[in-house]
């Protein structure tokens, strides 16, 4: 358990890839967000993200891919692919909340790759008062 105790439900199961990762979501894919929120590091290879046919629209910007890869921003454009159906996204709405930024691993802001402001009990909020 990290990052709380098990019995205040505030554990994390911390997931580390030692391999690339390859995400292919087909046409008429239920696929919407990965939902990788415990994904803390990337060990090696490549993040290659193709949905550019599918309703997949929530997923962390290549940047924070790199932060979770360990490489330099002038590797990103090696190391991180990332193609969706941006104008799909759009004219749905489907986005990340106003309050992640580096993109989000789903809706809501529970999904946020990191806080804007503040994190309070695994949300990201606007500020610390109740």
């Given at each position: 358990?990290?990052?709380?105790?098990?019995?205040?439900?505030?554990?994390?199961?911390?997931?580390?890839?030692?391999?690339?990762?390859?995400?292919?979501?087909?046409?008429?894919?239920?696929?919407?967000?990965?939902?990788?929120?415990?994904?803390?590091?990337?060990?090696?290879?490549?993040?290659?993200?193709?949905?550019?046919?599918?309703?997949?629209?929530?997923?962390?910007?290549?940047?924070?891919?790199?932060?979770?890869?360990?490489?330099?921003?002038?590797?990103?454009?090696?190391?991180?692919?990332?193609?969706?159906?941006?104008?799909?996204?759009?004219?749905?709405?489907?986005?990340?909340?106003?309050e992640c930024v580096g993109g989000c691993w789903g809706p809501g802001s529970?999904?946020?790759?990191?806080?804007?402001?503040?994190?309070?009990?695994?949300?990201?909020?606007?500020?610390?008062?109740?």
């Amino acid at each position: 358990c990290e990052g709380g105790s098990s019995n205040t439900g505030g554990c994390k199961k911390v997931i580390t890839i030692h391999s690339a990762i390859h995400i292919q979501a087909i046409e008429d894919s239920v696929l919407k967000e990965l939902r990788l929120n415990s994904l803390e590091k990337i060990d090696k290879g490549l993040v290659v993200v193709m949905a550019t046919r599918s309703p997949l629209c929530y997923f962390p910007q290549p940047e924070s891919f790199a932060q979770l890869m360990n490489i330099t921003t002038d590797e990103i454009d090696k190391k991180v692919v990332i193609k969706y159906n941006n104008s799909y996204c759009e004219s749905l709405k489907l986005k990340c909340d106003s309050e992640c930024v580096g993109g989000c691993w789903g809706p809501g802001s529970h999904n946020c790759f990191s806080c804007s402001r503040y994190s309070f009990e695994g949300k990201c909020v606007e500020s610390c008062k109740s």
